[in-house]
């Protein structure tokens, strides 16, 4: 099939496709969370498609080792739509979403994690932006699904890393530092025939946002629908602080790896310079106050912050030393700033 420009979406669009071909292939990849699973696709079994598409469910089991195969028969058994697992012996989520790029047999391609459950509107209001804006790359909202009886106010930063994304009440047109996660995402399939598939030299460090910056430099529209609500669901065990502080870490260093790599020696080096100034003479003295005001959701806001920007400073001087032949003009970060984070 030939790449398609966006010209060309209305005619498509309306076609009607051979019922063995959906328009739409909805990708759910997984490892190990075969209790979480069920509900996921237990969400997507019966999808409103307002009469203009047909869909199917692509469950790549990523080398699990509990009972998801299990759960993978029993919700194609129960389905509406139809539903097949695919087994994928090499871990890590790169690999298991190209998996699904390669037995996804819809034109459209749509990412949905298996810790969320789709409203059930979610792949029609895909679907309808897609056509309105016709463009080839669209994502919704992601909200959180908190625990029954959580009362916490969590603080923004805190809800980022738990993946909600609510960007506006309106179409936003993506872009900038406004970027699609894969919990919430729908390409058309001649998007990935231009700029390849997801990189995995990034594997399971944001290998979504590195797609989507080869997607910006192919210049394709990419559009963000409010509507198209997906709920993250969020057990207790994420909102203790060492779980959500390890993401933040990991956040940080993949950050830098990204940024080293699309900048280069000098101009890395002067953004890790302005981001140690920050740390040290105003991230650092705002989370002081935040804890001396004792806000406890605030206070672990901030920790975030800082576990993001130390870690980004931690991967960010490694990678310098390594590209640079004058190691000793290198600034270093004290100790008591990259440990400090952890202490309370």
């Known amino acids: 099939m030939l790449p398609l420009t966006d010209g060309a979406l209305p005619r498509l669009l309306t076609e009607v496709c051979d019922m063995n071909s959906p328009h739409i292939s909805v990708v759910v990849c997984t490892h190990n969370r075969a209790e979480m699973l069920r509900a996921a696709l237990a969400s997507l079994y019966d999808l409103a498609t307002d009469g203009c598409f047909t869909y199917e469910i692509v469950v790549i089991d990523n080398a699990s080792a509990d009972h998801t195969p299990q759960a993978i028969a029993e919700a194609a058994a129960e389905s509406k739509a139809p539903l097949r697992g695919v087994r994928e012996p090499e871990k890590g989520i790169v690999p298991a979403r ?6 996804a047999r819809g034109r459209w391609i749509a990412f949905f994690d298996d810790d969320q459950l789709a409203d059930p509107r979610w792949l029609a209001e895909l679907y309808r932006g897609a056509r309105e804006k016709e463009c080839r790359v669209v994502g919704g909202a992601v909200h959180l699904a908190l625990p029954p009886g959580c009362t916490q106010q969590l603080d923004p930063t805190v809800r980022m890393l738990l993946g909600e994304s609510i960007l506006a009440d309106q179409p936003l047109r993506y872009g900038g530092r406004t970027t699609p996660g894969c919990g919430n995402l729908m ?21 979504d946002t590195d797609l989507f910056m080869r997607i910006e430099r192919a210049r394709i529209a990419a559009w963000h629908f409010p509507q198209a609500i997906v709920q993250h669901v969020t057990p207790a065990e994420r909102l203790v602080p060492a779980y959500l502080l390890n993401l933040a870490a990991r956040m940080g260093e993949g950050i830098a790896q990204r940024q080293a790599e699309q900048l280069g020696l000098a101009r890395f080096a002067l953004l890790w310079s302005g981001k140690a100034l920050r740390l040290a003479l105003a991230q650092w003295p705002q989370a002081a106050a935040t804890w001396l005001a004792n806000d406890r959701e605030a206070w672990l806001g901030r920790r975030c912050q800082l576990a993001i920007n130390s870690q980004f400073l931690r991967t960010g001087r490694e990678w310098l030393l390594s590209h640079c032949h004058r190691r000793t003009a290198m600034p270093s970060i004290s100790s008591s700033v990259l440990s400090g984070i952890h202490a309370k």
């Open 98 to 103: 190209n998996r699904g790029i390669h037995e």
């Open 187 to 207: 390409l058309e399939r001649s998007v990935f025939d231009e700029v390849g598939v997801f990189e995995r030299s990034i594997n399971g460090r944001g290998e």
